[in-house]
């Protein structure tokens, strides 16, 4: 009788401990899940998961800084329903590669917030698996990068003629005819320059003369109207452009759309003689796809055809 009373009371310090082991353990989950909530809830990211089918599983308190959210009204819906059409399709066609890809997925997307203002989000999204290991949906983390993009884009913009600056010209070149020779075109860069501006200067003053250089720009952005073609503000009245073309003549005959562009403005100029307007002169170099040519070298091409497109008279195209 006593050895049965002494396993009856093991028995019962046994259950007793594991009880407070359990305990111990729901508390453990519990002070888990609510640190996790705690993160769901304040972190200053958009969190969320859908479905194979587009449908959203779970959305964060966070999604509440964005047009149109509804707490109530968001889980269980589709994107296309969410979000206007544009948007939608560019969040589904991203959660689709991940989800196909079975792998991290890294994009920059946009998306409005209350105040119809439109946000960039760096965003990375990965497939999520279910206990079978087969994909079943994706996970989205989004962090806010419109500010960060903003000061980017301040700081590669000229403020005059919205054109891109120096800085961005150095920064892309390479990328630009590495991009044009894999496509078996060649690049051509541009440079470009009113005639006689200091005498503009002297003549007019410096604010008119910021004026024309003003119109320097929208005639190019007129001309250049192509996906991939790029322009900038070098310094002064010295411009840049680059741009891909399948011939040499092709980029001539831009590069004059841009002079007569210029021209057919008829801006008073007493003194660039003898046209009696402003005008620009424009030298190019050919870059072809074979080998490269570092930056310096193609600057130099570009630079002695400007100067005999001065030499020539002003108001015309060199190579």
């Known amino acids: 009788m006593p050895k049965e009373s002494d396993a009856t009371l093991e028995a019962l310090e046994a259950a007793v401990q594991e009880n407070a082991q359990l305990r111990a353990e729901l508390a453990r989950l519990h002070d888990a899940g609510r640190l996790h909530g705690a993160i769901l809830d304040y972190a200053p990211l958009l969190i969320s998961s859908k479905d194979l089918h587009g449908t959203v599983l779970m959305a964060n308190r966070h999604f509440e800084v964005l047009d149109g959210y509804d707490a109530a009204n968001f889980v269980g819906r589709s994107v296309f329903d ?69 000061a980017q884009f301040e700081s590669i913009t000229d403020d005059l003629t919205g054109l891109k600056n120096r800085r961005y010209f150095n920064m892309l070149f390479m990328e630009e005819q590495r991009r044009a020779h894999r496509d078996g075109r060649t690049l051509t860069l541009m440079l470009a320059d009113v005639d006689s501006f200091k005498g503009y200067n002297d003549c007019y003053g410096h604010p008119q003369g910021d004026v024309v250089l003003a119109q320097v720009a929208r005639s190019i952005a007129a001309a250049l109207n192509r996906p991939g073609d790029l322009a900038f503000r070098i310094g002064g009245d010295e411009f840049a452009c680059l741009f891909a073309t399948t011939t040499e003549q092709e980029s001539l005959d831009l590069a004059e759309r841009i002079r007569a562009q210029f021209a057919a403005l008829a801006i008073a100029h007493a003194c660039n003689l003898p046209h009696g307007r402003a005008t620009l002169s424009a030298g190019l170099a050919f870059l072809a796809p074979g080998a490269e040519v570092p930056m310096a070298q193609a ?3 570009a630079d002695q055809a400007l100067y005999r497109a001065k030499h020539q008279g002003r108001n015309t195209v060199s190579r």
């Open 299 to 301: 600057y130099e091409m």
């Open 82 to 150: 969410l979000f206007p059409a544009d948007i939608a399709e560019q969040l589904w066609r991203n959660d689709v590669r991940a989800a196909t890809e079975q792998r991290p997925l890294f994009e920059e997307e946009t998306v409005y917030h209350r105040d119809k203002s439109a946000h960039t989000y760096a965003t990375v999204k990965f497939p999520l698996y279910d206990a079978d290991g087969a994909v079943c949906g994706t996970c989205a983390i989004s962090n806010d990068i419109t500010e960060a993009r903003r």
